[in-house]
């Protein structure tokens, strides 16, 4: 869908007013989206860190984190009906940040987290399987795939520097495709470098698990990285 650039309302007398779409508020352009006549307004989220779980099938999706610290303290998976995953982070704060996943759980085999100065890898393929109950009857099977706190659980975290290389590598050979250089993206309007951002996202297969925002973040934080190397690679 094409951006729009003014709005026009009709009266029964046939009179109409117009208003440049720039001028309409936040909350009118929300109405608009819901009716299908604009799309939603995109934002670029700016959080600290970016953490980036990747499917065995190749499927992958951002959650923003906006905290100076991000630290992996337990991802496991919990069946009963259907498995449901636990994914807790320490951020320096009293209570970690909790977040559920829903799709094929089990099925995650690693976990980055991508920040401005450090990236880390988790991989999450290993298991400790533990029950609680009889599972019938309406008890639990938990496989924990990560645990920071139980020295028999798997703790495969480590630093990733080529984890982000790799990243920032697929971004740069995507801008060249388009004759688009990182530094020059980032000088764009914001509606511009939307498009680009979005285009990217799509080629790099990235998906918002809570917000778009995030994605777009992500994205730019990998232009950054890539106009800063575009000098030494």
Not at 6 to 19: A, N, P
Not at 147 to 163: C, I, M, V
Not at 180 to 209: I, N, S
Request: hydrophobic share 40%; aromatic share 6%.
């Amino acid at each position: 869908m094409s951006s729009p650039k003014r709005l026009l309302v009709e009266y029964e007398d046939g009179s109409t007013k117009e208003i440049d779409f720039a001028n309409i508020d936040r909350e009118m352009v929300d109405c608009l989206a819901k009716l299908g006549l604009c799309r939603a307004p995109a934002e670029v989220a700016s959080s600290k860190h970016y953490l980036i779980l990747r499917w065995k099938d190749g499927w992958q999706e951002v959650l923003g984190v906006n905290h100076d610290t991000v630290e992996l303290l337990r991802y496991y998976v919990i069946t009963r009906v259907e498995d449901r995953a636990r994914l807790s982070v320490d951020v320096g704060e009293h209570w970690p940040r909790l977040f559920i996943i829903e799709r094929t759980p089990r099925e995650v085999k690693d976990l980055l987290i991508v920040g401005n100065d450090s990236t880390r890898l988790c991989r999450l393929e290993t298991e400790l399987e533990r029950w609680e109950g009889t599972f019938e009857a309406g008890g639990k099977k938990e496989y924990v795939k990560y645990d920071k706190a139980n020295p028999r659980a798997p703790q495969e975290l480590g630093e990733a520097p080529d984890e982000l290389s790799k990243l920032v590598k697929a971004v740069r050979n995507e801008l060249a495709d388009r004759a688009v250089l990182p530094e020059a993206l980032l000088k764009m309007d914001q509606h511009a470098r939307m498009e680009t951002y979005l285009d990217l996202a799509k080629a790099l297969g990235f998906r918002g698990m809570e917000r778009q925002e995030d994605v777009y973040g992500l994205v730019e934080l990998l232009v950054r990285h890539a106009s800063q190397r575009t000098g030494s690679l």
